[in-house]
Nanobody
């Protein structure tokens, strides 16, 4: 059974940083591409970033480039998202996501709120 547990969200002021974590179990984490997605209040789910299986290649939504860094630690089955220079537009529930055997799985999410 695939399990994804996100953590690390919180309430921060603009310009501050957060590191999100996603602990994975129930599948061979090393062999799966992982992604971060987010959903802001009243908006649709939005892709943020993806990391390839080995963690050697990452892609980002344009407004995250230069501010966010996604990476995998295959030794501990955990996906991370380091978020710097946060803005109010980053306020959302953040989820990690994986496609296992054709089924998209995601965790319960972690809330990020950026406000002064």
């Amino acid at each position: 059974q695939v399990q994804l547990v996100e953590s690390g969200g919180g309430f921060v002021e603009p310009g501050e940083s957060l590191r999100l974590s996603c602990e994975a179990s129930g599948f061979d984490f090393r062999n799966y591409r992982m992604s971060w997605v987010r959903q802001a209040p009243g908006k649709e789910l939005e892709w943020v970033s993806s990391v390839n299986t080995g963690g050697t290649s990452t892609t980002y939504i344009d407004n995250a480039k230069g501010r966010f860094t996604a990476y995998k630690d295959n030794a501990v089955n955990t996906l991370y998202l380091q978020m710097n220079y946060l803005t109010p537009e980053d306020t959302a529930v953040y989820y990690c996501l994986v496609n296992v055997l054709g089924k998209q799985e995601r965790g319960q999410g972690t809330q990020v709120t950026v406000s002064s």
